[in-house]
């Protein structure tokens, strides 16, 4: 069964720092591309940025909203993904969830499946 | 940025009834797009992906159409377990945009 499990989450006051975890199970992780998208409270859904896999040099992407303070990293020998968040704001306030990338029919489609999520609250 | 704009906002219906909800794109994303429904308190989940194809599980009722610029999701006959809202995704271009949701309520 494919498992995602995010963890990390918690109260942060504005400027501070948090790193979310999320581990997987169930697929192959190290073949995957893998996103991060997160959902204000009564809000849409926003997608936060993405990792590429090793033969893909680990590159990554951001949303704007979140270019140069947050970092996605991965340790493939963990089946782990990471969101480092810096410099917080009470607008990152959200529920964070990662997500699975998959090529399907030769193309590939993000986020077919996804974690539970985990609370993020930026508050003083 | 591509933007999506989903309508309607939200959507009462009942039961057994037919529904159809929009998705346009400000520029072409090919078959770059996939539905997601997401439940109170839960994850959202993929319905639809390459703009027309069902995820596996997901029940036949449910189904997507359209390329480049505009898409729909319908929903031939209206179970309890549908009410809930739906968001489009495109993920041709960066950053991966979602439209703002559509809330379906029970008439």
């Known amino acids: 069964e494919v498992q995602l499990v995010e963890s990390g989450g918690g109260l942060v006051q504005p400027g501070g720092s948090l790193r979310l975890s999320c581990v997987v199970s169930g697929f192959t992780f190290s073949d995957h591309y893998m996103d991060w998208v997160r959902q204000a409270p009564g809000k849409g859904l926003e997608w936060v940025g993405r990792i590429r896999n090793k033969a893909n040099s680990y590159t990554t992407e951001y949303a704007a909203s979140v270019k140069g303070r947050f970092t996605i990293s991965r340790d493939d020998s963990k089946n782990s993904l990471y969101l480092q968040m810096n410099s917080l704001k009470t607008e990152d306030t959200a529920v964070y969830y990662c997500s699975r990338a998959i090529t399907l029919f030769g193309i590939l489609t993000p986020m077919d499946v996804w974690g539970q999520g985990t609370t993020v609250t930026v508050s003083s | 940025d591509i933007q999506m704009t989903q309508s309607p906002s939200s959507l009462s219906a009942s039961v057994g009834d037919r529904i159809t909800i929009t998705c346009r794109a400000s520029?072409?994303?090919?078959?770059?797009f996939g539905w997601y429904q997401q439940k109170p308190g839960k994850a959202p989940k993929r319905l639809i992906y390459?703009?027309?194809s069902l995820e596996s599980g997901v029940p036949s009722r449910f189904s997507g159409s359209g390329s480049g610029t505009e898409f729909t999701l319908t929903i031939s006959s209206l179970q309890p377990e549908d009410f809930a809202t739906y968001y489009c995704l495109q993920h041709n271009g960066y950053p991966y945009t979602f439209g703002q949701g559509t809330k379906l309520e029970i008439k």
């Open positions: 520029q072409g994303v090919k078959n770059d």
């Open positions: 390459i703009a027309s």
